[in-house]
């Protein structure tokens, strides 16, 4: 269990720490420290921040609940669709001219704390069987 709480604190600091920069600059780091296009329009951005840090803050319920280590199975899921999908974008999908910086870095960051969710949920599913 100490792996995965360990996994799901990781996870709660990471998404709500960019949760939070999203949300009071999203054009700062969007154009200025990424280099992606400008939008007219930050608000989706902003909503993206909110989601994070509520899922952070459940990340960290769950993280003080040894009998529900099974809900860590969604903070996978979410990591694990984002790596996918940022992924793909930084293989695919980046215009010319645009940074692929940010993509990587999301990228990457997400395959590792997937990796560290599942290792941990392994490891709990092993102390803690379900049922």
Do not use: K, N
């Amino acid at each position: 269990m100490t792996v995965l709480r360990r996994a799901l604190q990781a996870f709660a600091a990471i998404w709500a720490g960019c949760g939070v920069v999203l949300m009071l600059a999203p054009r700062w780091v969007l154009v200025t420290a990424f280099d992606q296009p400008a939008y007219p329009d930050y608000t989706y951005v902003r909503v993206t921040g909110a989601t994070s840090i509520t899922l952070a803050m459940l990340a960290v319920i769950v993280s003080r609940h040894e009998d529900a280590w099974w809900w860590s199975m969604a903070f996978a899921i979410a990591t694990g669709l984002s790596a996918t999908l940022t992924l793909l974008h930084a293989l695919l999908a980046v215009p010319e001219g645009e940074s692929s910086l940010l993509w990587w870095l999301f990228a990457g960051t997400s395959v590792l704390l997937t990796a560290w969710l599942v290792i941990g949920l392994t490891r709990a599913s092993q102390e803690h069987p379900i049922g």
